[in-house]
């Protein structure tokens, strides 16, 4: 079944065809120069080069598969959770698509895509399974018991890992996005240099707090400006992917403890965090866990990895129709 898959919810406007785990085309313009600016994705702009970039980005998504219009089997497309007007872009195109093409429409969730990025690399990989989802808007544990099944065990209660990484980058005027950026030029954590809090939580075994590290990063960069200090970005950078690490690989080992689950997938834009590869590769050798994580290039927002949790959204009946929707903010155990 060839699914021809559109991603629109924040800054890179996507395209891709992917026939079951395989992928035809994966087309991905990204608006990330522009935003740079600004220090981050300012929404509106955001909708319009959507709008400007989606049928270019299509048809060549169909030419690089090398199949056209009428070989589409169906369309799929982002419808939440994600900026509303960006989400708006794709959605409409996307039923623009199916009703002319005659084909079912398939809204995806945005981190259900997501977790399925790793079936496009892994084709082993099969529910159940447990899944660490961090991107710049999310921060999640969750338990894959199917392919449209989930359960949260542990969330942030406020900032995402992502963007306590984003705003402590911009804070020591690293190139948007902070987290990419932190995670190339940190070199060594030293705590004697720069003693960070641990983030913890009470209660809610597994969840997480960033913004409290966050603030200590923001105040520790306006007191060494106000004194006239110098920052040793590199260390500070290197201190403070420690200190998020630490909190992502506690409780998703303390998670698969407690579940019981051997089989662990990490997701989301963090994902493509070498510290927490690195580390999180050697905690499940040592505990004789299998880690799954995807290839670099379907970590960050693109269609492929929509195509890839379509098709399990279309098996199990979840179709939509011209009445469909975006969402801006939508838990994935939605439905
Ligand atoms: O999943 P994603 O592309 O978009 C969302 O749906 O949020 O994630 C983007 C986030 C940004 O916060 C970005 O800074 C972060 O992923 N990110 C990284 C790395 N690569 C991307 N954070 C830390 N280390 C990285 N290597």
Do not use: W
């Amino acid at each position: 079944m060839k699914i021809l898959a559109i991603e629109s919810s924040c800054d890179e406007t996507s395209v891709a065809v992917v026939e079951d785990r395989t992928v035809l085309s994966n087309i991905v313009s990204t608006q990330v120069e522009e935003h740079k600016i600004y220090g981050g994705v300012v929404p509106e702009i955001a909708s319009r080069r959507h709008t400007e970039a989606i049928s270019a980005v299509c048809d060549e998504a169909l030419k690089t598969a090398g199949i056209g219009y009428s070989d589409i089997d169906a369309v799929a497309v982002t419808f939440a959770p994600g900026l509303i007007g960006a989400l708006l872009v794709g959605v409409n195109f996307a039923k623009g698509l199916s009703m002319s093409l005659g084909v079912p429409l398939i809204p995806v969730h945005h981190l259900r895509s997501h977790i399925a990025a790793n079936y496009l690399a892994h084709p082993d990989l099969k529910p159940p399974f447990l899944c660490l989802l961090v991107s710049g808007g999310n921060t999640v544990i969750a338990k894959v018991s199917d392919y449209t099944k989930f359960e949260i065990i542990g969330q942030t209660r406020d900032d995402a890992a992502g963007e306590c990484f984003d705003k402590v980058a911009r804070q020591m005027g690293l190139a948007y996005p902070g987290g990419v950026t932190l995670d190339k030029i940190a070199t060594v954590a030293d705590h004697k240099k720069y003693p960070l809090p641990h983030p913890k939580v009470s209660g809610g075994e597994f969840d997480f707090s960033f913004s409290g590290l966050k603030t200590a990063v923001i105040n520790l960069v306006h007191n060494a400006k106000q004194k006239n200090e110098e920052i040793d970005v590199p260390v500070l950078c290197a201190t403070v992917r420690e200190r998020v690490c630490d909190l992502l690989i506690k409780n998703t080992m303390a998670a698969a403890e407690e579940t019981g689950f051997t089989t662990i997938a990490v997701a989301g834009g963090v994902s493509a965090n070498s510290e927490l590869r690195r580390r999180l590769d050697e905690e499940c050798k040592n505990k004789g866990y299998s880690l799954y994580y995807p290839p670099l290039k379907y970590c960050g927002d693109n269609a492929a990895m929509v195509g890839a949790q379509a098709l399990h959204e279309y098996l199990d009946g979840n179709l939509g129709d011209t009445s469909l929707n975006a969402t801006a903010t939508l838990p994935i155990n939605y439905r």
